[in-house]
């Protein structure tokens, strides 16, 4: 059944702040489904992801590419992108009601288009591209084929990712909120809260995790009365939700935390903007996580937490419960359809205070935070931590005979940074003067990473967005180029394309490909590149060089030739 969630838009309007309770003016059935089979999510807006919220909502294709996609509304094609992360081939229109639609992970445009595309791409001799389209050249209506679906970018499988944004301030906004017609009579389902010490900082602490279960329509406590150290505590919450005829699980819409039947504060996962959807790892606990733990949906908001989805009531999620008092407490969970699933349950200090736990080198949100000595040195400016840390610093020795540095420690992966810095070694061997471009930065812990070096004034600068353990080391190794499937002097005149795979220990820089001395174009997806022949290969014997670079610059270069 179609749930109808906003009031009719009479007017067109762009999205406007709203205050709690007030209902969403998002316009209802203004937008078509995009593709001509039903609506069934593999993903929803706001669904917990690593470093960020999902965008948009994730549209099976019955496990099938080059399923037609249509515009959802009147407009014009205002934008495309290629890419082998991310969303992958996405055409974005522009429609006259102040919102923009975006269809991303496509295989291909319709013709018009995608030859555009394509004599840019040569024109810039670069496959990947962000094209800014004039608004008389694509003109399209409601319905019209745009695309054609796929599997590129950053996708695991075949699908469609759609979204609705406000054109003015490009903020996705939650599809669901737009009348779409999908079954959905399930509320959501809750497996834990976790209380905290809202005195100390949630990275210098572990929950109290309490599991719930169902008792009747409610979700209550094993025990009714959860009993705690600290005096003044902030909740969390483990949720998903459900949709009829799939197994899928989803995020949820909304939390609200009740005090003693006040209204203390909610989150709403109605519009997130790309420039603040890393504040996610401020949202949850992200220690947790990191540690193969639950996502945790945090109600209250760290301090250096510039997320725009709280609303504070009567209170800001901290609960003072030093009076020994029981209080009762409920979370109220709702879907983008309204489903509702209740949380009740009795919170009371234990009367036993929790020990303080000293720190001889603290860091702060909202500060600039500054590490040196004689060997490392990094600076994290003010939007960088969303709590306090206390500040873990450890060097060891490193025997690898690529080694240039020792190792440094620089506190821990469990900890989240909001944007990169840069990080200063100095080399503890010596780099002859030949290598000294071909040092690279290595990152170790959890999502281990490699970072190309600048040298400046005696010290190697990288640039990561995590801690961990970092050295030097020297890369003199070519990235490997290999044809698949294909030898040289090859007849490939049946052939459809030519492939190649790419590897590096410290990551792929860029490629290029020439044919006969021109730049010939290879999409990529993970690190395979491919060309499908075209017009710019005829008959006859050809020369293909292909060069990867890596980030240390080294070159691996493959020259097949080949007849077609």
């Known amino acids: 059944m179609k749930k109808v969630i906003g009031l009719f838009c009479l007017l067109p309007t762009l999205l406007q702040a709203q205050t709690p309770g007030v209902e969403k003016n998002y316009p209802q059935g203004y937008f078509r489904n995009p593709l001509n089979i039903p609506i069934e999510l593999a993903g929803n807006f706001g669904e917990l992801r690593p470093n960020h919220f999902h965008s948009g909502m994730d549209i099976k294709t019955q496990q099938r590419e080059n399923l037609p996609v249509h515009a959802a509304a009147d407009g014009y094609v205002s934008r495309i992108g290629v890419s082998h992360t991310g969303f992958g081939n996405v055409l974005y229109i522009t429609h006259p009601n ?277 060997q490392v040195e990094f600076y994290l400016d003010e939007r960088a931590l969303y709590d306090n840390i206390c500040f873990r610093y450890q060097e060891t020795p490193n025997n690898s005979a690529k080694a240039k540095s020792d190792n440094f420690m620089l506190h821990t992966p469990l900890v989240p940074v909001h944007d990169f810095f840069d990080v200063r070694l100095k080399a503890s061997k010596p780099v002859p003067e030949d290598l000294q471009s071909k040092v690279v930065m290595v990152r170790e812990g959890m999502g281990s990473g490699t970072s190309a070096t600048v040298l400046d004034n005696g010290w190697y600068k990288g640039n990561f967005r995590d801690f961990g353990t970092f050295h030097l080391e020297v890369d003199t190794i070519a990235p490997k180029v290999t044809p698949i499937g294909v030898k040289p002097g090859a007849i490939l005149s049946k052939a459809g394309k030519i492939s190649f795979a790419m590897s590096d220990a410290s990551g792929i820089k860029s490629y290029r490909a020439e044919l006969d001395g021109k730049w010939l174009m290879f999409s990529r997806k993970g690190n395979v590149l491919t060309y499908a022949f075209d017009e710019h290969c005829g008959p006859g014997a050809h020369m293909l060089v292909m060069k990867v670079t890596d980030i240390a610059g080294n070159e691996g270069v493959y020259r097949l030739s080949f007849k077609r």
């Open 98 to 374: 102040g919102y923009t639609t975006v269809y991303a992970h496509l295989n291909s445009y319709f013709p018009a288009l995608q030859q555009y595309v394509k004599q840019q791409q040569y024109q810039n001799e670069s496959w990947a591209t962000d094209l800014v389209i004039p608004q008389g050249k694509f003109p399209v209506r409601k319905g019209d084929l745009v695309a054609y679906s796929g599997n590129t970018g950053g996708s695991a499988g075949p699908h469609l990712h759609f979204e609705i944004r406000n054109t003015a301030t490009e903020k996705p906004l939650n599809p669901l909120l737009f009348g779409f017609d999908i079954p959905d009579s399930k509320a959501p389902e809750v497996f834990r809260i976790a209380v905290y010490d809202r005195t100390r900082s949630i990275y210098e602490q572990q929950p109290v995790m309490v599991p719930v279960k169902k008792a009747g329509n409610t979700y209550v406590t094993v025990q009714p009365v959860v009993k705690v150290a600290a005096t003044k505590t902030g909740l969390a919450l483990t949720a998903i939700d459900r949709m009829n005829n799939t197994p899928n699980t989803y995020g949820i819409y909304e939390a609200k935390l009740f005090h003693n039947d006040k209204p203390d504060i909610d989150f709403e996962l109605d519009n997130i903007g790309y420039d603040e959807t890393r504040y996610l790892n401020a949202h949850i606990d992200y220690k947790v996580k990191k540690a193969d733990g639950p996502y945790l949906q945090l109600m209250f908001s760290l301090p250096g937490n510039e997320l725009d989805i709280y609303h504070d009531f009567d209170g800001d999620g901290t609960i003072d419960i030093s009076d020994g008092e029981v209080h009762n407490m409920e979370l109220v969970v709702k879907d983008a359809y309204g489903n509702t699933s209740n949380v009740k349950f009795g919170l009371q200090h234990s009367g036993v205070e929790a020990p303080e736990k000293p720190c001889a080198n603290t860091m702060y949100p909202d500060s600039k935070n500054i590490f040196e000595n004689n």
